[in-house]
């Protein structure tokens, strides 16, 4: 195996080899947003869900851990304006990250064929310095079809990572808009 490593990494050309380091970058920098924003938004859903709770069950404001609680301490008349500043804030908040990972979806299987194509033409290059045949063309399209496998390798994993933050944001946006329609019900 480890042979086998080290024959790839002499043979790649070194613009392939920098499109894997890339797209290796890519896919350390996307599972760390990921993880972050998983994990503080599902923090996020279980104090509003709780802040909901309250809210249904008679009490008459937000739990003091809630978004909306910055917005309602601030002002002086709770209105529906001030109600609907404090859910685009945490609409803004709640998205943070995805920009970065639908990014990453979108670009890296374009990089990765960059680097084939890279790898290809080198491949075509060394056959026409030498007298190679197929052998040396099927060795070269493989490897550097490594550099395409590898951009939609990670292109999956930002698209999934992208649509489970997208699913729990929307959560989240719909726990705070019903905070603040109850509210507001209660003030009618």
């Known amino acids: 195996m480890t042979n086998e490593i080290l024959d790839f990494y002499l043979k790649s050309h070194p613009v392939t080899l920098g499109v894997l380091a890339l797209l290796s970058i890519y896919f350390i920098v996307l599972n760390w947003v990921f993880l972050y924003r998983y994990f503080s938004i599902n923090n996020w859903l279980h104090v ?17 851990n809630s978004f909306l609680n910055n917005f309602l301490k601030t002002s002086t008349n709770i209105t529906k304006e001030v109600l609907e500043l404090g859910s685009l804030a945490a609409t803004k908040e709640a998205t943070k990250g995805l920009s970065i990972l639908s990014i990453f979806a979108s670009t890296t299987p374009f990089i990765g064929l960059f680097g ?63 905070q603040s329609d109850a509210i507001i019900a209660r003030r009618v």
Not at 51 to 56: A, D, G, I, M
Not at 132 to 153: N, R, Y
């Open 48 to 64: 509003e869900n709780s802040s909901l709770e309250s809210l249904l069950m008679g009490s008459s404001t937000v739990s003091g």
């Open 116 to 178: 084939t194509v890279v790898s290809i033409l080198d491949t075509f290059s060394h056959i026409g310095q030498s007298s190679g045949g197929m052998g040396i063309i099927a060795s070269g399209v493989s490897d550097a079809l490594v550099a395409t496998a590898s951009g939609i390798f990670v292109a999956i994993f930002a698209y999934t990572y992208h649509q489970i933050l997208h699913r729990k944001s929307y959560e989240l946006i719909n726990l705070i808009q019903m």
